[in-house]
């Protein structure tokens, strides 16, 4: 199975995902400096990608993006359940977001599935759709 940005591809996507090197927007911003991007993907287009949990249970569940100027807004499902408000990823520069928090979770042990839906774009965007994974935080909600 394609493996990008260190994440498992679990579908069969309409576009392309790619390993994206991060290093010209900022070296040591990114993890690994780099992520995972989709790209060509339009709205209605759904990504699966497999993150990891070391233990079974509940977590609070996180996700580190990217914004540009060309990003899209995607609405983010995990295990098959929806994970907060749709996410605007417009912005006037490439940029790492910190963490954007997705609420909390009962989680597997070992792998678990994030949904990626393009669900729009913002006003302002260039209407490319883009979306770019960094990392999935994870922490056992005590």
């Avoid at 990003?71 to 359940?81: K, R, T």
């Avoid at 912005?91 to 009962?106: M, S």
């Avoid at 302002?124 to 994870?138: I, S, T």
Wanted: hydrophobic share 40%; glycine share 12%.
């Amino acid at each position: 199975p394609a493996v990008a940005g260190g994440f498992r591809i679990l579908n069969e996507p309409m576009g392309n995902v790619q390993t994206q090197d991060m290093r010209h927007f900022g070296a040591g911003k990114w993890s690994r400096d780099d992520h995972l991007w989709w790209t060509d993907a339009r709205p209605g287009h759904v990504l699966e990608v497999a993150f990891h949990a070391e233990r079974g249970g509940k977590h609070k569940l996180g996700v580190i993006l990217t914004k540009a100027r060309d990003y899209g807004i995607v609405q983010l499902y995990v295990n098959g359940l929806k994970a907060g408000d749709p996410i605007d990823l417009y912005n006037p520069e490439v940029i790492r977001t910190d963490v954007i928090p997705l609420g909390t979770f009962d989680l597997k042990e070992g792998e678990n599935t994030l949904k990626v839906e393009i669900v729009g774009a913002n006003d302002a965007a260039v209407k490319a759709y883009m979306f770019g994974l960094d990392e999935v935080v994870a922490e056992p909600a005590d």
